[in-house]
C-alpha cells in the first residue's frame, strides 16, 4: 500500500478544459520541472491568456520536458526564456528538429500579423507586438537536449525520465517520470493504431499516476473510410470546375493528406488534377521524414513517392499565384484550423464561389475559424473583412492524428499495473468527462478532470 507523498504535485496551468495551451508544472522534492510549454489557441480570452506572466516562478523551474512539437505543447517555449528560464528542454531529436521548424515559423508569423495590424489598423493595440522574436527562439532552440527513445536518463540528481512512441507527430512521445517510488507518465497527444506514416503508439506499461489526454473522449473516429470522402469531395468539385482548399497543420497532417491523395490518383479513384503544397514548413519537413527514417514507416522510396505528387510552393509569390489560376486544383495550405498562415489568403479567394470546397481534415478547437465554419456560419471574418461563405464547407474526421475514445480506453488497458489514478486534460469540458465516466465505470479506475491551475498532489 502506497502512501501518500505530499512532497509530488501536479499543477494543470494549460489544456485544463480545453485542448490548447498544454502545460503541466510537475514538483517532487525541490526539482519543478514543466512538462510541455504550449501556446493557447481558439477563443480570445484563451489566447489573451498568453499574454500574461507565467503563474510560476520560471526561475525556480529546473527542466522542461516536451512531449511533440505542436504549437499547443511548445509554442511556450520561448516565452519561458523571454521571462528568464535557461535550464535544458529535454525531448526526441526528430522533435527538436520539427519544434525549430514551427517555433522560427511561429515568430514569424506573429510578426507578419502585427505588421499587417500596425499597417491596416486591425488591432486595438497601437502598436500590435508579436508574443515573442525569432531572437527570443532562437535562445530557445539553444537550450533543447535530445533524448532517446526508450532508454531512462537522469534529468536532474534522482529523477529519471524516459520517452515512448506515442505516434500523432513525428517524433511525438509519452513521458515516463520515477519520482520517488512511483511511476508518473504524461501521455502527451495519443496517435492512432492505423496511423498510416506512424503506426501504434507503444504500450503503456508500468504506472502508478497517469496525465492522458482527453480529445476524442466523447467520439469514436467515424467508420466508413476518410479516403472514400476525400475522393467524392474532389472529384465533385473538379466536375463543377473548381478548387479543393485543405487547411492542415503542416507538420503531420499534410504529410498524410499527401500520401492520401497519392493513393487515390494511383488507384485512379480521382482525376490526376494538379496538387499544391502551400506551406514552407511542411516542405521543409520532407527532409526530417528522410532524416529520421527510424521514427515512421515509410520507405525512402516512398516518401519520394508521396512528396512528389505535389508542387512545392515556397515563395510569398508563388503563393499569390496560385489564387490567380483557373483551372482546378487541390491546395493544401496551413494552419489547419485557419487560425493564421497562408490558408487565409486562399480563404478569402475561394470562400466566396459555389463551385470550390473548403475541406477540414481533423480536429476544430472551439472558437477557431475552422470551427465556426464546420458549425455551418455564413461568414467569416478574414483580415478584418467579413466574408460570405458559398463555398462548400466538408469536415472530415477519420484524418485525426488523435485516438478516439476507444483507443484511449484500448492504450490505458495496456498498463501492466492499474494506475492509482488518472488525471484528464487537452479535452473540451464534455470529452474529459464523458472520458472520466468511462475509465471510472468500465475500467474501475479513480479518475479526475483537474481544473486550470489547480495543484494535485500526488
Not at 527562439?137 to 520517452?163: D, H, I, S
Not at 499516476?209 to 476518410?226: A, F, I, K
Not at 492520401?260 to 482525376?271: A, M
Amino acid at each position: 500500500m502506497h502512501k501518500s507523498r505530499s512532497d509530488t504535485s501536479l499543477n494543470l496551468l494549460g489544456a485544463a478544459g480545453t485542448v490548447t495551451g498544454s502545460k503541466t508544472l510537475l514538483k517532487v522534492k525541490e526539482h519543478q520541472v514543466m512538462i510541455d510549454a504550449g501556446l493557447f489557441q481558439g477563443y480570445k480570452n484563451l489566447r489573451q491568456l498568453n499574454w500574461l506572466e507565467l503563474p510560476f516562478d520560471v526561475k525556480k523551474l529546473s527542466a522542461v520536458v516536451l512531449t511533440h512539437a505542436h504549437i499547443d505543447h511548445s509554442g511556450a517555449l520561448p516565452l519561458l526564456v523571454r521571462q528568464g528560464y535557461n535550464g535544458p528542454i529535454y525531448t526526441s531529436d526528430a522533435t527538436i528538429d520539427v519544434a525549430s521548424v514551427l517555433l522560427i515559423d511561429s515568430a514569424k508569423l506573429q510578426a507578419e500579423e502585427a505588421e499587417y495590424a500596425n499597417r491596416h489598423h486591425t488591432s486595438k493595440h497601437h502598436p500590435a507586438k508579436p508574443l515573442y522574436t525569432i531572437d527570443d527562439v532562437e535562445k530557445t532552440l539553444e537550450l533543447f537536449e535530445p533524448m532517446p527513445f526508450g532508454q531512462w536518463q537522469e534529468v536532474l540528481p534522482g529523477l529519471p525520465v524516459k520517452l515512448q512512441y506515442a505516434s500523432h507527430i513525428l517524433g511525438a512521445a509519452s513521458i515516463r517520470v520515477k519520482a520517488n517510488q512511483d511511476e508518473i507518465v504524461f501521455s502527451g497527444d495519443l496517435g492512432r493504431a492505423e496511423a498510416p506514416i506512424l503506426g501504434a503508439p507503444e504500450p503503456l506499461g508500468d504506472v502508478d499516476y497517469l496525465v492522458m489526454e482527453s480529445t476524442y473522449g466523447n467520439r469514436r473516429h467515424p467508420s466508413e473510410d476518410p479516403k472514400l470522402l476525400l475522393a467524392k469531395i474532389i472529384k465533385d468539385t473538379v466536375e463543377r470546375g473548381g478548387a479543393v482548399l485543405l487547411p492542415a497543420f503542416a507538420v503531420g497532417r499534410s504529410q498524410v493528406l499527401l500520401h492520401t491523395i497519392d493513393s487515390l490518383i494511383k488507384s485512379g479513384q480521382i482525376p490526376k488534377v494538379p496538387v499544391f503544397l502551400d506551406s514552407p514548413m511542411a516542405v521543409n519537413v520532407t527532409e526530417l521524414y528522410k532524416r529520421h527514417h527510424d521514427d515512421h514507416l515509410l520507405s525512402q522510396k516512398a516518401i519520394k513517392e508521396v512528396f512528389g505528387i505535389a508542387k512545392m510552393v515556397q515563395t510569398v509569390e508563388q503563393s499569390k499565384a496560385l489564387n490567380e489560376l483557373k483551372y482546378p486544383r487541390i491546395i493544401i495550405s496551413a494552419s489547419g484550423m485557419a487560425t493564421g498562415g497562408r490558408v487565409l489568403h486562399h480563404l478569402r479567394t475561394l470562400v466566396g464561389d459555389h463551385r470550390n470546397s473548403i475541406v477540414f481534415a481533423g480536429f476544430q478547437a472551439a472558437g477557431t475559424r475552422g470551427a465556426r465554419m464546420v458549425a455551418g456560419e455564413t461568414s467569416i471574418r478574414v483580415f478584418g473583412q467579413d466574408l460570405i461563405i458559398k463555398a462548400s464547407i466538408h469536415s472530415i474526421d477519420g484524418f485525426s492524428a488523435h485516438a478516439d475514445a476507444d483507443q484511449l480506453i484500448d492504450w490505458l488497458k495496456t498498463a501492466t499495473r492499474e494506475p492509482r489514478r488518472v488525471y484528464l486534460n487537452h479535452g473540451e469540458p464534455d470529452a474529459a468527462d464523458a472520458l472520466r465516466l468511462r475509465i471510472e465505470r468500465e475500467l474501475g479506475i479513480d479518475c479526475v478532470v483537474p481544473l486550470l491551475g489547480q495543484e494535485v498532489r500526488l
